[in-house]
């Protein structure tokens, strides 16, 4: 038996006041987990280009373009968080 391994549900992004903050997004659970790590390895390939200019002297980043490689590499993060757990948590 071959059974597809899928994601779990991963919130993230906090927003709202200080004592009452709630994650407004979340990685949905049951996409297949090769095509949520794609996605995932897009989102870091851009986030390491851009910081890779940063870091080499070739560009600057602005505060808009912090908070997009922030919102980026968080949203990675949930999905590998999201691929992890359907795998059982197995690390």
């Known amino acids: 038996m071959n059974k597809s ?3 779990g549900e991963s919130t993230f992004s906090l927003c709202g006041d200080v004592g009452n903050h709630q994650d407004v ?5 049951g996409v297949p987990t090769v ?3 794609a996605t995932a390895s897009d989102l870091l390939s ?4 851009t910081v890779y200019g940063v870091g080499m002297g ?4 602005e505060g808009n373009q912090a908070w ?3 919102h ?3 949203s990675a993060k949930a999905i ?3 691929a992890i757990e359907g795998l059982g948590g197995m690390v």
């Open 58 to 61: 070739a560009e600057a980043i």
């Open 5 to 7: 391994i899928v994601t």
């Open 25 to 29: 997004f979340a990685v949905r659970p």
């Open 72 to 74: 980026a590499l968080e």
């Open 35 to 37: 095509y949520a790590l």
């Open 80 to 82: 590998i968080d999201s």
């Open 46 to 49: 851009v986030s390491v280009s």
């Open 68 to 70: 997009l490689l922030h």
